[in-house]
């Protein structure tokens, strides 16, 4: 069943985003029209009709949200419930009681390599129920994903290192699923069931969340990010059709250096003067 959207936080989804155990997501659009995700664990309400996160590193969303300030994100729960929705950027600030409160976390508090420099505060647009994750069905799903894979595995671009596809395979990862309605609003859920078929494919099966993603157009701009709790994760962009991502793009998503790895616009050029 397609969630219901809110305009406002309800209780139960503002206690869920205040802890600090969850794994939040948040979707900006790059300079080619792709969702640009990156794990952000710092987002929470801020009273009904309003969000914040805190920036402790300096990764491409950040500026993309500076020229295009309407977003997506996803907050998913220590025991497997999510919400999701869209919002508006407004403004940063690097001092106030929202920095303040941020950088007195028990993980930040005595961390001073390794503080909040930056707090971005967005407007509500709207806002889902909070929905538990069918295990059960992505149990199945991901058996069905790897068994597609091994039929439309794909390799000539190499375009997913190996440490992407380890990340991919594990069926523990989570994965996210981004892409843009035809208002222009980013989508998000989870395709947990995900896996790597080949360097250049990602599959996936329809179960579940079949209904979401029979909704996304063939050839539609879409990313997925994968990450596991250890925090190690990888963000590819593509085409979709039926169940498949054609990999265009594959970015490391983490510290100390986030960057594309496929393709890779640095040349090296002989030198030719001494």
């Known amino acids: 069943m397609k969630p219901s959207f809110y305009n406002k936080i309800d209780d139960s989804s503002i206690r869920m ?7 939040g997501v948040l979707a900006t659009e790059d300079e080619s029209g792709y969702p640009h995700l990156s794990f952000i664990s710092s987002i929470q309400a801020l009273g009904d009709q309003a969000l914040t996160f805190g920036q402790f590193s300096a990764g491409l969303s950040k500026r993309f949200i500076m020229d295009r300030p309407h977003v997506g994100f996803l907050v998913l729960s220590a025991d497997k419930r999510y919400l999701s929705g869209n919002a508006t950027y407004t403004h940063s600030a690097n001092t106030g009681k929202e920095f303040d409160l941020y950088n007195n976390k028990p993980l930040f508090r005595y961390n001073s390599y390794m503080g909040f420099y930056r707090v971005f505060y967005l407007n509500l647009e709207r806002i889902s129920a909070i929905n538990p994750l069918p295990m059960g069905a992505i149990v199945l799903g991901a058996i069905l994903s790897r068994v597609k894979a091994l039929f439309v595995r794909k390799s000539e671009r190499k375009a997913l290192p190996l440490v992407g596809q380890q990340l991919f395979s ?7 699923l981004c892409y843009y309605d035809k208002k222009g609003k980013a989508q998000m859920f989870p395709v947990v069931q995900a896996t790597s078929a080949g360097t250049d494919r ?16 063939d050839g539609a701009k879409v990313s997925i990010l994968c990450l596991t709790l250890k925090m190690e994760s990888v963000l590819v962009k593509g085409r979709y059709t039926k ?31 001494f």
């Open 170 to 176: 594990q069926l523990d990862s989570l994965k996210f």
């Open 243 to 273: 169940g498949l991502l054609e990999i265009e793009r594959v970015y490391n998503s983490m510290p100390p250096k986030m960057e594309y790895v496929y393709p890779r616009s640095e040349t090296i050029e002989p030198i030719r003067s």
């Open 202 to 217: 990602i599959a996936f099966s329809s179960i579940p969340f079949g209904k979401q993603l029979r909704q996304i157009p």
């Open 17 to 23: 985003m205040d802890c600090d155990s969850k794994v």
